[in-house]
């Protein structure tokens, strides 16, 4: 296992020093000359936009401020862009790119790099993308730039690609397909094609600063990277329209397991439109089984664009982390499928053979629920993964295995201690019908694949499906860091 992780460092760090977009310094042009307005165009509620100390600052109602200056008669195709701003906590703005003056509203052509550090702070509505997105179209959920802290967004279009670095860090290589998809939303014109740049003042509790905005305009010829297009099948299209509805299209159930790489998976994920949480086996039996393997593993994924999340194995993890060093992780998770018979019999449900023979189904169940619930209780986690899973001689009579009152008893205890629930991708569980009732009882969930290898690593096509057959919106989706974890909650059970 160190040797895992010694390599995924050693990768990661190669990814990081990949060469920069550019070497020529004297080729980029500033838009912004750090004392005036000049070069550009506020749009209602021009008094939003002052220029203060050397920035630029929106403050006040909605207003967006587009560049109509001489570089490149305002209109750019191909081009690299670089933004540094500052945004304090709660704050919304963006930058727009291949857009044109609007008088009123949101800009209706082009594309918008998020501006948002905040996962709380906003009573009637809590936008989950992150600063770094691609605004509708590829959304960060994991905020990696700071209130009240400098960043610099670097934004690059290249034929048919579009990538998005914040502090140098790659969060979106997106590559339009033929023909784009574009969102059913305000925005009709969001496709490639050219036009101006534009910064957003998004209300008056957003105000943000912005020192420093230029360019490097790129010939119009300039080729898409790799030169293939993407085909936009039905799930490419689903991630796009599930997560315009502020639903957080994250897999927080990724393994780098069998041949896969953080490399492979990084790829993957800007690829398909899903973050990543990244997540060890820790317990009993497995790699990591201790403190210091467990934070090697967090150090590994440091600056990695992922959520880093703890599968906490068996019901012996308690005993054998610390609550500090649970803490370094972003959530933790785990499932139902290890423990201990009433006999004293360590069972893992997913081996035929510790299973045996299953005299009384329902003693079994009894048995289960009873486990499910102990461990909802009494475990410090953030997500039940791998939800009402059963053993391969009881799948087939799940619905009536899983009655009512056992249903009511798991869903009552994840309530109570604020877990969400997986919608699974690996075993298409739980069924619609426990959703269905856990949506009504306030659970929260998430998606997960649970992948072996890098073969099945799936694009949430179950959970995307439960979102629509069960009628799900952004409130019943679950985000780390939004509230404290389960370890700062209820981290009793661990040792300080």
Not at 222 to 243: C, K, L, N, S
Not at 331 to 346: A, E, L
Not at 359 to 371: C, G, H, I, S, Y
């Amino acid at each position: 296992m160190a040797y895992e992780l010694d390599l995924t460092r050693r990768a990661f760090a190669g990814m990081l020093a990949a060469a920069p977009l550019t070497s020529a310094d004297n080729d980029w042009i500033d838009l912004f000359d750090g004392r005036s307005l000049q070069g550009w165009r506020p749009s209602e509620n021009k008094n939003s936009w002052t220029v203060k100390d050397g920035n630029l600052w929106c403050d006040g109602p909605r207003s967006h401020l587009f560049y109509d200056g001489p570089v490149h008669g305002a209109d750019f195709r191909n081009f690299e862009l670089e933004v540094e701003a500052r945004a304090p906590h709660a704050a919304n703005s963006g930058v727009y790119f291949h857009t044109r003056y609007q008088e009123s509203n949101f800009p209706q052509k082009g594309f918008e790099i998020q501006i948002c550090n905040s996962l709380t702070g906003r009573e009637s509505y809590e936008p989950r993308a992150m600063t770094g997105s691609l605004y509708g179209l590829r959304n960060v959920y994991k905020p990696f730039a700071v209130d009240d802290q400098w960043f610099k967004l670097a934004v690059s279009v290249r034929g048919k690609n579009i990538q998005v670095r914040l502090n140098g860090v790659l969060l979106v290589d997106y590559t339009e397909p033929n023909p784009p998809v574009i969102p059913d939303a305000m925005e009709r014109e969001r496709f490639l094609d050219h036009g101006t740049f534009a910064l957003q003042c998004h209300d008056q509790e957003s105000r943000t600063f912005f020192r420093s905005v230029r360019v490097r305009p790129l010939p119009d010829d300039t080729p898409t990277p790799g030169g293939a297009v993407p085909v936009a099948d039905d799930v490419f299209r689903q991630v796009i329209e599930v997560g315009r509805h502020n639903i957080p299209m994250v897999d927080f159930h990724v393994h780098l397991k069998g041949s896969l790489t953080l490399e492979q998976a990084l790829a993957k994920s800007r690829r398909d439109g899903l973050q990543y949480g990244i997540a060890a086996n820790c317990g009993q039996g497995f790699p990591i089984r201790n403190d210091d393997t467990a934070r090697a593993f967090v150090e590994s994924l440091k600056g990695a664009p992922v959520f880093v999340g703890m599968q906490a194995e068996g019901r012996e993890w308690t005993k054998m982390f610390s609550r500090r060093v649970v803490s370094l992780f972003d959530y933790v998770f785990t499932d139902s499928m290890t423990w201990s018979d009433n006999r004293g019999k360590r069972v893992r449900l997913w081996i035929p053979a510790e299973v045996g023979t299953i005299a009384d189904p329902r003693e079994f169940m009894d048995t289960l629920v009873d486990r499910t619930v102990g461990i909802l209780n009494n475990e410090p986690i953030d997500i039940y993964v791998n939800p009402t899973f059963l053993p391969d001689v009881l799948a087939k009579d799940y619905e009536s295995l899983w009655t009512e009152e056992r249903r009511k008893k798991v869903i009552d205890a994840a309530v109570k201690n604020g877990v969400a629930i997986e919608l699974n991708n690996r075993y298409r569980l739980p069924s619609a019908s426990f959703i269905k009732m856990a949506k009504a009882s306030g659970v929260k969930f998430v998606f997960g694949t649970n992948n072996a290898a890098a073969t099945d690593l799936g694009r949430c096509e179950y959970g995307i499906q439960m979102v629509k057959e069960c009628n799900l919106g952004w409130k019943d989706f679950f985000v780390p860091l939004k509230r404290p974890k389960a370890v700062e909650r209820a981290g009793g059970a661990l040792s300080a």
